[in-house]
């Protein structure tokens, strides 16, 4: 019967059925033994989870953000720090990426928030296409490192692990891997000798900005001080930043009206019932990787093959990076969390670390071929041939693999802040 229901399940996908419905097919077919309510209870106890909850303010956060103005005004602030430097224009686009993840959490609605201000002031400055379309594709991925990630809050859910260590545990490998990105674009300005346009540091220009992006940089306070002063949770943050773009965007900058406001609100709910039902549909599947014995028998066979902590990470980076390829970061936490923390535990590897190695790995997986959803958000957007858009983001893959390196056998870039929150 598993052996059919796996066939059944492979069989939907490659017909182009949701990734749910293959779960749901599969557990249906190997729980059938069981009464039907259990497996309802199941779908709806596993989107019973606090953490959860925090996915939709995100979500709408975001797409208000994206649809007002206040995305725009955030990347202005930014491209005013960095004026004739090398790279100037590259490392523009990372800061802001970093920036706008820090509010936003969500990969696709960085790269609509940078992509329509960045990718054209990339082609001024006479940065190649491929470079420009690898840059911003790459650097939407940043989103799912730095906090707050949704990806964290599931994987927080799954694990389960405190979504607040995670997210401060995703502070110092989203620099990193920031730091690295800039680096290849400064070495990419000097070597093809490419100089920006934009005039040099002014500070009366960074001083319009800041006036400007001022309630938009209060967001991260919002968030992470409500976070870690204990005043809020991060659900609760997620609402509070939620009403928060929404008083600015109307109230004070009044650039979004009430029709922008009920289609931010459609998109939002859209996209945070895909997210549930692939949860929900997940969980059931989970349960027939219990009754079936295989987390239970995979860390056996790992004891008993002695495999290191070093191999054991190396394995669960490789397995992963195959899986980014073809499975979303949704679908895939929910699959192979339940799967990873017994191997880690049974390692002795930090839960807070694992976690961080699996958002990277999927972050990679976001623009990696053939179906990284990045991919196909920036041909859209840029309506560029997808063959260009791939070849742009290879040398940024590899740049990211270089900082999973050192995340993965490098434990305190994500244990050290934690380590100051208890």
């Not at 430097?85 to 990969?107: D, K, R």
């Not at 490419?194 to 992006?213: D, E, Q, Y």
Request: some cysteine.
């Amino acid at each position: 019967m598993l052996i059919l229901g796996l066939a059944l399940s492979v069989l939907l996908l490659v017909f182009g059925y949701p990734i749910w419905m293959a779960f749901l097919v599969f557990s249906l077919l190997l729980l059938s033994g069981l009464p039907p309510e259990v497996l309802a209870i199941r779908l709806f106890n596993s989107l019973d989870v606090d953490a959860l909850l925090a996915v939709p303010g995100y979500v709408f956060a975001a797409e208000i953000m994206v649809r007002s103005g206040m995305a725009q005004r955030l990347i202005d602030w930014v491209a005013n720090f960095f004026g004739r430097v090398p790279g100037g224009m590259p490392i523009t686009t990372i800061a802001g990426a970093e920036a706008f993840g820090a509010i936003s959490g969500s990969s696709t609605a960085t790269i609509a928030a940078l992509g329509k201000v960045m990718y054209p002031a990339l082609r001024q400055d006479r940065y190649g296409d491929d470079f420009s379309l690898g840059l911003v594709t790459s650097m939407g991925a940043i989103a799912l490192i730095i906090p707050p990630s949704i990806t964290m809050i599931l994987y927080g859910a799954l694990a389960p692990a405190s979504v607040g260590k995670l997210f401060l545990a995703g502070i110092i490998p989203g620099i990193l891997i920031g730091l690295v990105v800039a680096a290849y674009a400064v070495w990419y300005a000097l070597k093809h000798d490419v100089r920006s346009h934009a005039r040099g540091l002014s500070w009366s220009a960074i001083g319009r900005s800041t006036k400007a992006a001022a309630w938009t940089l209060g967001a991260p306070l919002i968030i992470f001080g409500g976070i870690y002063t204990g005043f809020s949770t991060p659900t609760e943050a997620s609402v509070v930043l939620s009403v928060y773009a929404v008083v600015i965007a109307m109230l004070v900058h009044r650039d979004l009206d009430l029709s922008g406001l009920w289609q931010a609100t459609l998109e939002s709910a859209l996209l945070t019932a895909k997210i549930f039902i692939i949860v929900a549909a997940a969980s059931a599947f989970s349960v027939v990787l219990v009754l079936e014995n295989i987390p239970q028998a995979l860390v056996d066979i790992v004891l008993t093959l002695e495999l290191s902590p070093v191999t054991i990470l190396l394995t669960v980076n490789l397995v992963l990076l195959v899986v980014g390829m073809f499975m979303d970061p949704n679908s895939a936490l929910v699959v192979f969390v339940p799967l990873l923390v017994p191997l880690a535990t049974a390692a002795g590897i930090d839960v807070i670390h694992l976690g961080i190695i699996v958002t990277v790995n999927l972050a990679i997986g976001m623009f990696t071929p053939p179906f990284g959803i990045n991919l196909f958000v920036s041909s859209s957007i840029f309506n560029a041939p997808m063959t260009r858009v791939i070849w742009g983001c290879v040398p940024f893959i590899f740049l990211y693999l270089g900082a999973l390196g050192a995340i993965t056998y490098i434990p305190q870039l994500s244990l050290w802040l934690p380590s100051f929150w208890q």
